[in-house]
């Protein structure tokens, strides 16, 4: 492995944080993740669990030369139960292929985000990842059944049980579940995977102001009940922002909000009933001011993907500082414009968008450059305003090494001092993750 090689593992998914790691190890197996656990262990030598590194936080790559152990060749299926829906499977598997193999036999990952293409599912239960299906399946506590994972001394823990039902002792898989592999190195998963919809509709809705997204939004739950799947939302400013970025327009024309709700279900006649006695009551309440629908597969691609395309703009910015929050939902906006008021002139724009329907917004802040001062600006104001409104200051990212410093914002000491002695316990020596998740000093 070259130099350029290296580089892809040591830089994060944004190019926002960059470790000096000389060495990536690719192992195949879970015996060979215990092999070289266990020797850096005794030699006191610091691991970063990398997976997709498709991390927005900095959890995926070293902060310094912690040697970098990719799940990238652990890609193995190794049974389907079709008939629980248990899939077992090695930790390196893509989502995106898991999802395709799945949709052959009639199932669905109950996980979707824009980097399906990249991220593995090792990633995804390390930091417990939400992602567009979350309102309907729930997150990764609730599907993953059981799991593999080595400990920072080699020892493996099999709880990798495959059945929906067991009491016997402590839930230890949930150690695993979220802790972006500060605790243990996941090697195998057993996911529950539900059996794919044979009916899908999507709603793209305009609407005037944030209290009709709300009303259409209890509407939506009340009507569409079991068969509603998602509603997200963009703000005019995340519209205009794609169709600069991207060259993506809104099939509905411009509205200061856009409101997009997925219903999946099994029957076509009564799906489509309940949809659209849900659009004529929004309608006949004057709660919308346009909107199209969708129920053929590519035109209901065509509608999310001006969703998921949001992050791809990034790119193509000088810079933009990217938070991803949850708030009670009354508040869910009024952080948007709180910042738009703290931000002044200072940048290009500030931009919401998300998972309404699991009250997690993504805040965006674009800029013409990179400026620190500018993120010593945003940063203590965001987190501590988010704390104030009783939010989480990562609803799905995690901690990572950005966000590790604000963790007393997100939790009570009593917390932190117990999450540092689980740290202790299964990693005594600190070797895995070091610098993430919590604050360094
Ligand atoms: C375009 C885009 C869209 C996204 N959308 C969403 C979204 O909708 N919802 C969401 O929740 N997140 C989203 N993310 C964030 C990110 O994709 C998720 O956090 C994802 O779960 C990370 O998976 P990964 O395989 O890339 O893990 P990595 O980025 O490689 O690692 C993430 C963390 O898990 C640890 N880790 C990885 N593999 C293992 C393992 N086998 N054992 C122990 N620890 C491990 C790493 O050390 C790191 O701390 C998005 C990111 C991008 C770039």
């Not at 970098?68 to 598997?93: F, H, K, R």
């Not at 205009?240 to 327009?249: G, L, S, T, V």
Request: charged share 20%; aromatic share 8%; glycine share 8%.
């Amino acid at each position: 492995m070259d130099l350029c090689d290296l580089e892809k593992y040591n830089v994060d998914w944004y190019t926002q944080v960059r470790g000096c790691s000389a060495i990536v190890l690719k192992p195949k197996t879970t015996e060979e993740v215990s092999q070289i656990l266990s020797f850096c262990d005794k030699n006191r030598l610091a691991v970063c669990p990398q997976g997709g590194n498709t991390s927005v936080v900095g959890g995926s790559v070293p902060v310094f030369d912690e040697i970098i152990v990719s799940t990238e060749l652990m890609n193995e299926i190794i049974s389907l139960d079709e008939t629980s829906g248990i899939l077992v499977c090695q930790a390196g598997c893509i989502l995106e292929n898991l999802n395709n193999y799945l949709a052959d036999r009639g199932l669905i990952v109950p996980l979707d985000l824009g980097c399906k293409g990249t991220c593995h599912i090792g990633g995804n239960v390390s930091t417990n990842a939400g992602g567009m299906r979350l309102l309907r399946y729930g997150n990764m506590h609730g599907n993953v059944i059981g799991l593999e994972a080595v400990k920072a001394n080699g020892e493996v823990i099999d709880c990798l049980n495959t059945l929906k039902k067991d009491n016997t002792g402590y839930h230890l898989k949930h150690l695993f579940i979220g802790s972006e592999g500060s605790l243990g190195f996941i090697t195998k998963i057993a996911l529950h995977c539900p059996p794919r919809s044979k009916s899908r509709n999507v709603a793209l809705l305009g609407l005037q102001d944030f209290d009709k997204v709300l009303r259409t939004f209890r509407k939506a739950q009340a009507q569409l009940g079991e068969i509603l799947s998602a509603v997200d939302v963009m703000d005019s400013v995340t519209m205009d922002f794609i169709e600069d970025k991207n060259h993506q327009q809104s099939p509905i024309g411009s509205h200061p909000f856009h409101l997009l709700i997925e219903t999946s279900g099994s029957n076509e006649v009564h799906d489509s009933e309940k949809v659209n006695n849900f659009l004529d009551d929004v309608i006949n309440s004057n709660l919308i001011s346009n909107g199209t629908m969708a129920s053929e597969p590519s035109k209901i691609e065509a509608i999310w993907s001006i969703r998921e395309n949001v992050s791809n703009g990034y790119k193509k910015c000088g810079a933009v500082f990217y938070y991803d929050v949850s708030l009670p939902i009354e508040h869910y906006y009024s952080l948007v414009d709180d910042m738009r008021n703290h931000m002044g002139d200072k940048c290009e724009r500030v931009f919401g968008y998300g998972h309404l329907g699991d009250s997690n917004l993504h805040l965006q802040i674009e800029m013409k450059e990179y400026r620190k001062e500018l993120k010593d600006y945003v940063e203590p104001y965001i987190f501590k305003r988010t704390a104030e409104l009783k939010g989480s200051i990562s609803a799905e990212h995690g901690m990572g090494f950005i966000k590790g410093k604000y963790l007393n914002l997100a939790k009570p000491a009593s917390s932190i001092a117990l999450m540092r002695e689980l740290k202790k316990i299964l990693d005594p020596n600190g070797i895995l993750n070091p610098y993430k998740i919590f604050p360094s000093h």
